[in-house]
């Protein structure tokens, strides 16, 4: 079992940035999560934002088309931490943010389906104004 605590959003201007935390706990070895941000807007459906796994002890990452080039997703397994920096924000980013994780298995993908994560965060807030 995992638990997973988001924290970092907040209030910012269009072209600002956020680092968002996500911390996890429980009984499995934080390594062997894989890794995933999810957005979800008022009225709309939550979806995906980025991903990171491990192989081979190289991390993967992926992105929605939405936010590539502007969102980095990382994790610091020493930390038992998964981070989402979020540069050039803009008010369509504004949204509840949600950390999930998953047990990696033995191939090593990102999981981009809200059904291939079994655990998941409370959700932070970020909204960007203009």
């Known amino acids: 079992q995992v638990q997973l605590v988001e924290s970092g959003g907040g209030l910012v201007q269009a072209g600002g940035s956020l680092r968002l935390s996500c911390a996890a706990s429980?009984?499995?070895?934080?390594?062997?999560?894989?890794l995933g941000w999810f957005r979800q807007a008022p009225g709309q459906e939550r979806e995906f934002v980025a991903g990171?796994?491990?192989?081979?002890?190289?991390?993967?990452?992926d992105y929605a088309d939405s936010v590539k080039g502007r969102f980095t997703i990382s994790r610091d397994n020493a930390k038992n931490t998964v981070y989402l920096q979020m540069n050039s924000l803009k008010p369509e980013d504004t949204a509840v943010y949600f950390c999930?994780?998953?047990?990696?298995?033995?191939?090593?993908?990102?999981?981009?389906?809200?059904?291939?994560?079994?655990?998941w965060g409370q959700g932070t807030q970020v909204t960007v104004s203009s």
């Open positions: 990171i796994t491990r192989s081979d002890g190289t991390s993967f990452a």
């Open positions: 999930a994780a998953d047990q990696q298995g033995l191939v090593h993908r990102i999981r981009y389906r809200r059904y291939e994560y079994g655990y």
């Open positions: 429980g009984s499995t070895f934080f390594s062997t999560l894989v």
